[in-house]
T-cell receptor, first 110, second 114 residues
Framework: GIQVEQSPPDLILQEGANSTLRCNFS?????LQWFHQNPWGQLINLFY???GTKQNGRLSATTVATERYSLLYISSSQTTDSGVYFC????????????FGKGTMLLVSP | DVKVTQSSRYLVKRTGEKVFLECVQD?????MFWYRQDPGLGLRLIYF???????EKGDIPEGYSVSREKKERFSLILESASTNQTSMYLC?????????????FGPGTRLTVL
């Protein structure tokens, strides 16, 4: 099956700093999602981005499908950005299952 | 907005009990999924369903079964709960087919088996 690797596994930032999270995957995909898991365990959809670049406020993401990686950028980080960020990939055919990376744990301190 | 709800946020059960976890979605999605999440292991797919009464095994189906009698509802069943099934359980739904089929998640159920 598809392998998904996320880096770094852990990240500590001061409030206001910028960061880049990376997701590498081992095979061609046409579904890629970024999620933020908040402290209560809820997975929040950030981006659906199988290719290209998208921005939503302080967050943006870029996926280079031909090179099998995606990047999530967080600018001017806030304490509420803390949590785990997951990348998940899959194929939009039939069952559309997703394979998740192990996540990046982000802690933003005041 | 898509809404996926799960029957309980926290659940405590005894070893050997039969446990039902319920998930309901309101977006008429064909696909529904059950995952478990454990520290250091990420999310792993237990079972999924692409239609009423249809089910497919995921990566870790052992010790679990599922039921989908209505399109909006997908149940995960632990026939005889064991301590190694203590985990966070997450339900998700998505559309079927080649179109954008983004998965949306419920709030999760933290199950403790004593």
């Amino acid at each position: 099956g598809i392998q998904v690797e996320q880096s770094p596994p852990d990240l500590i930032l001061q409030e206001g700093a910028n960061s880049t999270l990376r997701c590498n995957f081992s095979d061609s995909v046409n579904n890629l999602q970024w999620f933020h898991q908040n402290p209560w365990g809820q997975l929040i959809n950030l981006f659906y981005i199988p290719s290209g670049t998208k921005q939503n406020g302080r967050l943006s993401a870029t996926t280079v499908a031909t090179e099998r990686y995606s990047l999530l950028y967080i600018s001017s980080s806030q304490t509420t950005d803390s949590g785990v960020y997951f990348c998940a990939v899959g194929l939009n055919s039939g069952y559309s299952t997703l394979t998740f990376g192990k996540g990046t744990m982000l802690l933003v301190s005041p | 907005d898509v809404k996926v709800t799960q029957s309980s946020r926290y659940l405590v059960k005894r070893t050997g009990e039969k446990v039902f976890l319920e998930c309901v979605q309101d977006m008429d999605h064909e696909n529904m999924f059950w995952y478990r999440q454990d520290p250091g292991l990420g999310l792993r797919l237990i079972y999924f369903s692409y239609d009423v009464k249809m089910k497919e095994k995921g990566d870790i189906p052992e010790g679990y079964s599922v039921s989908r009698e209505k399109k909006e509802r997908f149940s995960l069943i632990l026939e005889s709960a064991s301590t190694n099934q203590t985990s966070m359980y997450l339900c998700a739904s998505s559309t079927l087919g080649l179109a954008r089929n983004e998965q949306f998640f419920g709030p999760g159920t933290r199950l403790t088996v004593l």
